[in-house]
C-alpha cells in the first residue's frame, strides 16, 4: 500500500481484489445480468486499453452518450482507470427535436474539450459527425473481441502528484 492516498484507479482495484467483493447486477428488460466485481474489472481494464490504443490517457476528456447499461458502466469504469476526465452528456429526452439535440451535444462536446466521443450504437445516427468535433467511436468499438486488447493490454498510468485531478 502506498503511503500515499490512493487514486482512483487504485482503489477500483482494491476494490474488485477484495475477498467476498460481491457482485454488480445489471436489470434489462426484466432480466439480471450478474457479474463478479473482478470480473466487471477485467472488462473495464481491457475497454481501458482500447481507449489507450486510440491515444486516450491522463488529460484527456472522454464523452459517453448512451443509455445505463453494462456496456456504458463498463465505459465510465475504463475511462477513470485511463486517468482521463469523463463527460458524460445527457440523452435525448424529446425524440421530435433530434437537430435541437445534436446541436446541444457539439456545444457541449466543443466546451468540455473532448478528445473521443463514445456513443451507444443506437444513438450513433443522430450525431452526424461535422469538421471540428471530436473523433466518434461506438460502444461497440471498445467491447472485448478477437484482435482486440485485452485487460492485460491495460497499463495503468503512473501517479503524478502534480497532476490535475477530477474530484
Not at 476494490?15 to 432480466?31: D, E, H, K
Not at 456513443?119 to 452526424?128: G, S
Amino acid at each position: 500500500m502506498p503511503t500515499r492516498p490512493l487514486t482512483l484507479a487504485e482503489r477500483i482495484e482494491e476494490a474488485a481484489g477484495r475477498p467476498g467483493a460481491g457482485n454488480l447486477t445489471f436489470v434489462t428488460g426484466g432480466s439480471e445480468d450478474i457479474v463478479a466485481w473482478g470480473a466487471f474489472l477485467d472488462d473495464a481494464q481491457a475497454m481501458a486499453a482500447a481507449l489507450q490504443s486510440r491515444g486516450v490517457a491522463p488529460g484527456a476528456h472522454v464523452a459517453l452518450l448512451g443509455p445505463t447499461t453494462r456496456p456504458l458502466v463498463t465505459a465510465i469504469e475504463a475511462v477513470w482507470l485511463t486517468g482521463a476526465t469523463l463527460v458524460v452528456l445527457p440523452l435525448p429526452m424529446r425524440l421530435g427535436s433530434i437537430e435541437e439535440f445534436a446541436s446541444q451535444t457539439r456545444t457541449r462536446l466543443l466546451a468540455a474539450d473532448v478528445s473521443l466521443l463514445v456513443v451507444d450504437p443506437d444513438l450513433a445516427p443522430f450525431i452526424e459527425p461535422q469538421p471540428g468535433d471530436p473523433p466518434m467511436i461506438s460502444l461497440l468499438d471498445l467491447a472485448h473481441g478477437p484482435g482486440r486488447p485485452t485487460a492485460k493490454d491495460f497499463d495503468r498510468p503512473r501517479y503524478d502528484p502534480a497532476a490535475l485531478a477530477t474530484l
